[in-house]
């Protein structure tokens, strides 16, 4: 099968397409044929060694993983003997950091891993590239231990990563202040914010509101500039 390789850290030119061996399917496995996949920036990361302690996860001289990738969309080719939730044919999507190789014609996934059918009417396009800023996002949502009724405020609300918090914070039954530039207005408030801040034509951190946390989703900011936005029993970003 072709999939985009890299022996070497460096710049985009160090990736060629080139011939590989096509995954094996174990017993808890799933074959999918990758239809759509995208190029995100933890692929960048791993791919570039930036920053420098990348290297502990991905190698210290050269990569280990040859095929980066961590989004796709595309169809069950073949399943292990020991699935049973998903068929030869299923459109999938799903998530593979760690192990990557989304970026190749096919791809083998645990069948209990980060993987779901796509919803009906959605492209392969769609479905890829909605998993990686919401897995983050969702991380965050967690480590924050946000609660409905809780105030939040995120910086950076038309990324992937911070539309996505955006709109699992109201489904959490947070309020939501969502801050962002003046083009992205009106689709920040359609994703459900309660309230949409310009930074370009104020500062954020001046705002005279206080939240239960504050989440900065493109790390453009510090603590030290966002701690008095913080209510005195929040410790943390």
Do not use: W
């Not at 390789?5 to 074959?31: N, T, W």
């Not at 998903?86 to 980060?114: I, K, M, Q, W």
């Amino acid at each position: 099968m072709k999939a985009a390789v890299h022996s070497r850290y460096g710049p985009p030119a160090v990736v060629r397409v080139a011939e590989v061996d096509q995954p094996s399917v174990g017993d808890k496995d799933l074959l999918v044929r990758v239809h759509a996949t995208t190029v995100n920036r933890t692929d960048c990361a791993y791919r570039a060694a930036r920053p420098f302690f990348v290297r502990a996860l991905t190698g210290l001289a050269r990569p280990r993983r040859a095929v980066l990738g961590t989004e796709y969309a595309g169809v069950v080719e073949a399943v292990g003997g020991g699935v049973t939730s998903f068929s030869v044919g299923d459109r999938v999507f799903g998530y593979n950091e760690g192990a990557f190789g989304t970026h190749a014609e096919y791809l083998a996934v645990p069948h209990d891993g980060p993987v779901a059918t796509m919803p009906a009417g959605m492209t392969f396009e769609e479905a890829a590239p909605g998993t990686e800023g919401a897995h983050y996002a969702m991380a965050f949502i967690r480590v924050a231990r946000v609660r409905a009724g809780q105030e939040v405020l995120v910086y950076g609300a038309t990324g992937a990563i911070g539309s996505a918090a955006v709109q699992f914070l109201k489904h959490h039954g947070a309020t939501v202040t969502a801050v962002c530039g003046t083009a992205q207005l009106e689709l920040v408030k359609g994703l459900g914010a309660d309230r949409v801040v310009d930074h370009t034509a104020q500062d954020f951190t001046r705002d005279e509101r206080r939240y239960d946390a504050v989440f900065d989703a493109v790390g453009m900011s510090t603590f030290g500039r966002c701690r008095r936005l913080l209510r005195r029993a929040s410790s943390g970003r």
